[in-house]
């Protein structure tokens, strides 16, 4: 299946319209990131802090396709997928229950930390990318059985 996260909306997360802020979608998205690393048993406190390698967000967008609020319990399915040697990008999508109500993708890129020059993908964001990828076929595949 596609790596997934749980997540309840919090009052913190909403504008004062009562709706999930625009920008916080994407700290929402980067927390499921965060734990797909996790579940592959990639150290957080090494990878983020001073690393020897960087995977800063070159890109990210996200399309909204209906409001979440305060309480809703989001499902957040992600995919990543390699773009290059030194590039990946990952695919989010948001549900309330049964309902898609946002889309996000961020694009990194692999740097060289101390040069800020692109390396290549260290083995171990191969190895996730991998993981998550051939999850991801095996879930695209089943589905797509179930339509027909």
């Known amino acids: 299946m596609f790596f997934t996260y749980n997540r309840t909306v919090r009052f913190q997360d909403t504008d004062a319209a009562g ?27 090494d990878f983020f802090t001073n690393p020897s390698v960087a995977f800063p967000i070159v ?16 499902l957040i399915s992600l995919i990543p997928q390699k773009l290059g040697v030194e590039k990946f990008e990952i695919t989010y999508e948001i ?38 990828r051939r999850d991801a076929k095996g879930a695209e595949r089943r589905k797509s059985r179930e339509i027909m």
């Open 19 to 45: 709706v999930v802020y625009f920008a916080n979608v994407l700290g929402i998205c980067h927390e499921a990131y965060e734990e797909s690393l996790e579940a592959l048993s990639i150290n957080l406190k």
């Open 59 to 74: 890109h990210a967008s996200v399309d909204f396709l209906r409001p979440m609020f305060v309480g809703d319990k989001l």
């Open 95 to 132: 549900s309330v229950g049964e309902v898609v109500a946002a889309k996000a993708i961020t694009r990194h890129v692999c740097i060289d930390v101390s040069s800020r020059i692109k390396r290549e993908l260290p083995e171990n964001i191969i190895q996730w990318l991998e993981t998550n």
